[in-house]
């Protein structure tokens, strides 16, 4: 089994709160998928776009 461990990091920002858009994509070239994990709110009608996968 293969685990993916994300690491969060405390950054002191001020006064200033920006909005997190992180976003991470896992390919998974067996299956033909894509997993994405996002930091901030998706509605169910967001649409990522398209991703070109590699040649």
């Known amino acids: ?10 950054l002191d920002l001020g006064e200033e709160a920006p909005e997190d858009l992180t976003l991470n994509m896992l390919r998974f070239a067996n299956r033909g998928t894509i997993l994405v994990v996002a930091r901030s709110p ?3 009608l967001s649409v ?5 996968q590699p040649g």
């Open 48 to 52: 990522l776009g398209s991703i070109k």
């Open 1 to 10: 089994m293969t685990e993916y461990l994300t690491q969060d990091v405390l």
């Open 42 to 44: 998706v509605t169910h």
